[in-house]
């Protein structure tokens, strides 16, 4: 399969990707955190290949900084009706498809190959888990479809009651042999089209903006006489 194939199917998967939300205990914890010193360092979305903790199979892994508080993230990451706008364009198809208790079914199509074929899959979303105080996830994983296998985490960290650390890490594992490499380059882009979709639809506006950490405030002035 060639790499211009698997750009147009794979990019799609990283709006199902789940995304985790972490908030220190305290507001100087926010300079001690190397993620967000990371993206403020970088000025702008990061992306990489990795095999996280535990796992074998090599994941695309982004994460961005939103401007907006934990809640605002959670419901455009819980928004499963409009995945579609995630995916800039590129499913044919998302739709939910069922819900049993906590968990919901969403089915996704993705024409390739200028529309002669298609990629479809069904992906299982498990209730928001809340690993920490202030960090959340959520996680899908592959019920069905003509790929072998997917999963997908989207993390959030909440930094204060103004910005948000979003992240997502997603696997893939098609039907037809195609080079690590083209794979690897697909998955991080697709995360990197996923984390930022929900944060430009978060802030309300496209584009990244720098963690500032706020003015202390000033305590009020003692009383004359004590």
């Known amino acids: 399969m060639s790499q211009s194939l698997h750009a147009r199917w794979l990019l799609p998967f990283a709006a199902v990707a789940a ?28 992306k990489w290949n990795w095999n996280p903790p535990g796992r074998q199979e ?5 994460e961005t900084l939103v401007q907006a508080p934990l809640a605002t993230v959670r419901t455009q990451v819980l928004d499963f009706s409009h995945y579609k706008d995630l995916s800039g364009g590129k499913f ?5 498809v069922g819900k049993d208790g906590g968990n919901t079914d969403v089915y996704f199509q ?17 209730p928001m888990q809340v ?35 979003m992240s997502c890490d997603l696997y893939v ?5 195609a ?26 506006f496209k584009g990244d903006v720098p963690f500032v950490t706020p ?6 002035a003692a009383r004359a006489g004590q």
Not at 173 to 177: A, D, H, K, Q
């Open 92 to 96: 044919k198809q998302s739709r939910m």
């Open 19 to 46: 995304v985790s939300l972490c908030a220190p205990s305290h507001a100087d914890a926010a300079s001690e955190d190397t993620q967000l010193d990371r993206l403020n360092s970088a000025g702008h979305t990061l």
């Open 173 to 177: 594992e098609p039907n037809l042999p």
């Open 110 to 126: 993705v024409p390739v190959m200028k529309g002669l074929l298609s990629i479809w899959y069904v992906s299982r979303f498990t």
């Open 179 to 204: 080079p690590q490499s083209a794979v690897d380059e697909e998955l991080r882009d697709a995360c990197k089209d996923a984390v930022e979709a929900v944060r430009d639809k978060s802030q309300g």
């Open 58 to 62: 090599r994941y695309g892994h982004a």
């Open 131 to 165: 690993p920490a105080p202030g960090s959340e996830m959520v996680e899908g994983r592959f019920v069905r479809g003509n790929i072998k296998d997917m999963h997908i985490q989207l993390k959030m960290r909440q930094i204060d009651e103004r910005f948000t650390v």
């Open 215 to 220: 003015p202390a405030s000033n305590p009020p």
